[in-house]
């Protein structure tokens, strides 16, 4: 059946944005894709399926939507996001109380993902191909994977008592690994190896991308350990009781997601996380005052190690916040960030030659720094990073 929604903004202004809807086929849910027209309208064309629930993707500055596609709206006022730069929950969880443009200084940070365009606040990111030239890939409305993940590792603000990346002084560089639309395990291998040889990288996010098991990236990832470099990857959005490969590998450090209880608006999608996490106790935790939830998209279980806030993050450019972002996609880059400020903090990791000794160091601080939320070992592994007060070598 076609569904069709009109999409404004609190000032009745029709609103760019992109929608998906879920629909089931034989037994089979397949999404289908559709963006507004000038008028805002978001149609779909659902013949001959049964539609199920529906994600607005809203740019501009409003929050992603959860729906249920049985029972569309005509019209659909969509909430405006929180101002970005203030000091947000996963700030607090994380332990980082004030905004330091200085932390993860002398630290380097890989990303292997899709291109990050050069934009305000992350003008010092080197986006590179594989064959290590630089380029300049264009932006879009909503920001790219890519983006995303280096502005939550290093964003920078000009205000300094503005909240941006976790690490903003960290060295960054990404190279891109996309590949007909999707990241290519070859190149994802031949990257790890060039950012870990070649940029002498402390760590590497490795966030997109879900493969079957290649003994290409296991060996990269191992390789890269030898040059002292750390791989964090997402554990995967498949809410099954292991991670997906390559977070599986036991020679990286994979990340599953969690959120705040109670964050995000109404209708909106880490709200509808929240709730259906919520009535599950063996889903529930907690740091300090704050209420958590294991996301329920995250893969958990068999080779989880850490996880990190990845439900409702607000991405800004400049200092407007343009969407948000929920996954465990984005829980590795806050991994990678808190992890960049702790090692650019340790003396004696920086008087550690480049070897696997300086990975292993790098390790252990890692599984030194967290903490238990309560969700149990299959749900968030060795815990939360968090900030440590100081920085001490590991026991």
């Known amino acids: 059946m076609p569904i069709a929604i009109l999409l404004k903004d609190f000032n009745n202004a029709p609103l760019r944005a992109v929608g998906q809807i879920y629909c089931r086929r034989e037994g089979e849910i397949t999404p289908l894709q559709a963006v507004t027209d000038e008028s805002g309208l978001l149609a779909f064309d659902a013949a001959a399926a049964r539609p199920e629930m529906q994600v607005v993707f809203s740019g501009g500055g409003h ?23 203030d000091r947000m929950w ?26 990050c365009p050069r934009l305000a606040g992350i003008e010092h990111v080197t986006m590179l191909n594989l064959s290590g030239k630089k380029y300049a890939p264009a932006s879009a409305s909503l920001p790219s994977h890519g983006e995303m993940v280096c502005r939550l590792i290093g964003q920078r603000m000009d205000d300094p008592h503005r909240f941006g990346g976790l690490a903003p002084g960290a060295m960054i560089t990404c190279i891109n690994a996309e590949s007909d639309a999707s990241l290519n395990p070859a190149i994802v291998s031949a990257a790890i190896v060039k950012l870990a040889r070649d940029f002498d990288c402390d760590l590497i996010n490795l966030s997109a991308g879900r493969f079957n098991p290649t003994q290409g990236i296991r060996q990269a990832i191992s390789e890269a350990r030898e040059y002292g470099t750390l791989c964090i990857v997402a554990a995967g959005n498949e809410p099954r009781d292991h991670v997906s490969y390559p977070a599986r590998y036991s020679e990286c450090i994979a990340v599953g997601a969690i959120g705040l209880k109670g964050w995000g608006p109404p209708q909106s999608h880490a709200r509808y996380l929240s709730d259906w996490a919520s009535s599950r106790p063996e889903r529930v935790g907690r740091m300090g005052t704050l209420d958590l939830f294991h996301c329920p998209h995250s893969a958990y279980g068999a080779g989880l190690n850490v996880v990190g806030p990845g439900v409702g993050l607000i991405i800004y450019r400049d200092t407007a916040p343009v969407c948000d972002a929920t996954g465990t996609s984005f829980a590795a880059p806050l991994v990678t960030g808190i992890m960049a400020r702790i090692l650019s903090k340790s003396d004696t990791y920086k008087d550690i030659p480049r070897s696997a000794e300086r990975t292993v160091f790098a390790e252990e601080l890692l599984r030194s720094v967290c903490q238990r939320t309560g969700l149990g070992v299959e749900r968030e592994g060795l815990g939360l990073p968090r900030l440590p007060l100081r920085v001490t070598a590991p026991n």
Do not use: N
Not at 95 to 108: K, L, R, S
């Open 63 to 85: 929050w992603t939507l959860m729906l249920d596609a049985t029972q569309p709206p005509d019209e659909l006022v969509c909430p405006v996001l929180p101002d970005g730069g």
């Open 90 to 115: 996963w700030h607090e969880v994380m332990g980082i109380e004030t905004p330091d443009p200085t932390a993860g200084d002398g630290i380097a940070v890989g990303v292997v993902d899709t291109p």
